[in-house]
């Protein structure tokens, strides 16, 4: 016991298609990337002692409200002393790539295992969508949930399906910048939209949100299809609906405009972002390498993500 230490790690993800729709009750497709959020727990000395990259506040809440309430451990405060928890991670943050999400399903296994828990993964799951409130208000859950499972899934009203595809087509992810609003102000925005008084804009966002759902419908055939040619228009009609319900910023915009103009298609692929950049967009080509070289000529950041990553798992 005295030199036992814990080690969970939960990866981010990547919206392929159903953002904002998926809070409405429409599916979404996400897929796991390979960088990961990673919980250590060990013996400290008085009381316990937290080191994390993380927002503090969001750490704090999930230690001391919500896990102990909803799991029922360390009801005791006392029983929580003599700990160090340390939380690192690899998922950059405010650029939709789940990294709350992660923290949240992390640190409730982490804690699970510490405590001599089942890993019961519903259990699991609720806790971290509860965690998740704090931070996005009205969440779908469908971040925790593909955190937590891993793979590729298809989410729709709490429940999910695994996409089965041998592969996904190779996307280029390139970085418009870090959004200046929470995924919680972006969700407000269009939930704004959604219960306005006017009865006209009101029937707008319905009926884009519907729409978004058909899209996430078609594209998860063509994925299993690999009609590369439909996925491009259909990313493409993705991202209109996207800029019309109004969460993709000028910055994206542009960028996706002129990654349209060489002949591919390029999406937002989370909360997005207004006032500076919506975070990170999916982006594809038949040759990938035409994004790559578009994204070196004008400075932009691209990331290389492995999908399909492995969910919630024990690293020792
Ligand atoms: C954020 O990653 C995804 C949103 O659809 C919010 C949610 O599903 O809770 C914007």
């Known amino acids: 016991m005295a030199h036992k230490i814990i080690k969970v790690s939960a990866p981010g993800k990547i919206i392929l298609s159903g953002e904002h729709s998926v809070v409405y009750g429409q599916p979404a497709i996400l897929t796991a990337i390979n960088k990961r959020l990673y919980v250590e727990i060990k013996k400290g000395r008085g009381s316990t002692k937290i080191i994390t990259d993380q927002n503090p506040e969001l ?64 259990l699991i799951n609720q806790i971290a969508f509860e965690i998740e409130k704090k931070q996005h208000g009205n969440p779908s859950g469908a971040d925790n949930t593909i955190a937590l499972h891993g793979g590729t899934i298809i989410f729709q009203k709490g429940k999910i399906k695994r996409l089965k595809v041998s592969h996904l087509p190779q996307f280029v992810f390139i970085d418009s910048g870090l959004a200046s609003e929470t995924t919680r102000e972006m969700v407000k925005i269009v939930n704004a939209k959604i219960k306005n008084q006017n009865a006209k804009l009101q029937f707008k966002i319905q009926n884009l949100i519907n729409n978004l759902g058909k899209v996430t419908a078609q594209c998860i055939k063509t994925l299993k299809e690999k009609n590369s040619n439909q996925l491009k228009f259909l990313i493409r009609e993705n991202e209109r609906l996207l800029e019309e319900l109004g969460v993709v910023g000028e910055k994206a915009k542009r960028i996706i405009k002129e990654i349209e103009s060489l002949g591919g298609a390029a999406k937002i692929c989370g909360a997005g972002g207004l006032k500076k950049g919506s975070g990170i967009l999916l982006c594809y080509h038949q040759n990938p390498q035409v994004l790559l070289n578009f994204a070196q000529k004008s400075h932009l950041k691209n990331y290389q993500l492995k999908l399909g990553a492995e969910g919630l798992r024990n690293e020792n």
């Open 59 to 122: 750490v704090h809440h999930a230690l001391f409200n919500v896990i102990p309430a909803k799991a029922g451990i360390y009801t005791n405060k006392k029983m929580f002393n003599n700990l160090k928890i340390t939380i690192r991670s690899e998922i950059p943050v405010n650029r939709g790539l789940g990294s709350s999400a992660a923290l949240a399903v992390a640190l409730t296994g982490a804690l699970l295992r510490w405590f001599n828990q089942k890993w019961n993964k519903k």
